[in-house]
């Protein structure tokens, strides 16, 4: 259990849990900011006495929406699914083309509807999970969509200076510009390309900074 945001994301970076039953209001951060700090993936039931918080919980990809009070056979419901959910995870998955890893001044080639863009690995600034897509910001700030999951992109990209921060962003630390600590669980992060910066939480802020630091890069 976790009393608020902060907790919850140390709770979960040192349990790792596979389910997270999540209260849309908890002091100080509302529920919703703890999806942003996750790092690795979990289905998440969201608990909440509002309703009209229904829409944004699936757009984050909630599992299910518990209304309180919760029954007893509303609960089971929602373990039923979620235990569908996780025999579904353990089958089989289809055969994937094998992927070859990049080197960083390869190039990609993304097809984009009727079009084929060619861009340079080291162009890639953010991929983001997006649905089932994912979106992929460019140092110059322009934005592709591709159906290719986050983590095909893992296994592509070169190990050395692409860098998951959270189970939603695959970062090329070279495209960052600033890293910034705002309190001890929080810090902000400013990409090339991106408009506004991202949060990061306490541990995705620490394994950035020694990878910058291995990449000889300055942080402000």
């Not at 309180?68 to 569908?84: C, T």
């Not at 079009?115 to 910001?137: C, F, H, N, Q």
Request: glycine fraction near 4%; proline fraction near 5%; include cysteine.
């Amino acid at each position: 259990m976790a009393r608020s945001v902060s907790e919850a994301v140390e709770v979960c970076g040192r349990l790792t849990p596979d389910v997270i039953f999540l209260d849309v209001n908890m002091p100080k951060q509302p529920g919703f900011e703890l999806i942003a700090h996750l790092e690795h993936k979990a289905d998440v039931v969201f608990v909440t006495a509002h309703v009209e918080h229904t829409i944004k919980a699936f757009d984050v990809g909630s599992c299910d929406y518990l209304l309180k009070p919760v029954s007893a056979e509303r609960l089971a419901q929602s373990v039923q699914r979620l235990v569908g959910l996780s025999r579904r995870n353990i089958s089989p998955e289809p055969e994937l083309a094998p992927l070859s890893r990049h080197d960083y001044d390869a190039s990609l080639v993304l097809p984009l509807g009727s079009s084929i863009v060619r861009v340079a690995v080291g162009e890639v600034a953010l991929i983001e999970a997006d649905g089932p897509y994912t979106k992929i910001t460019l140092v110059s700030g322009q934005n592709h969509f591709l159906t290719r999951g986050i983590s095909r992109w893992s296994e592509i990209l070169p190990l050395k200076e692409f860098m998951r921060i959270s189970r939603f962003h695959l970062l090329n630390i070279k495209a960052v510009i600033q890293l910034e600590r705002l309190s001890a669980d929080h810090s902000l992060l400013v990409v090339k390309g991106l408009a506004a910066p991202l949060s990061l939480s306490r541990r995705a802020s620490v394994r950035l900074r020694a990878a910058l630091k291995a990449c000889a890069f300055v942080v402000e």
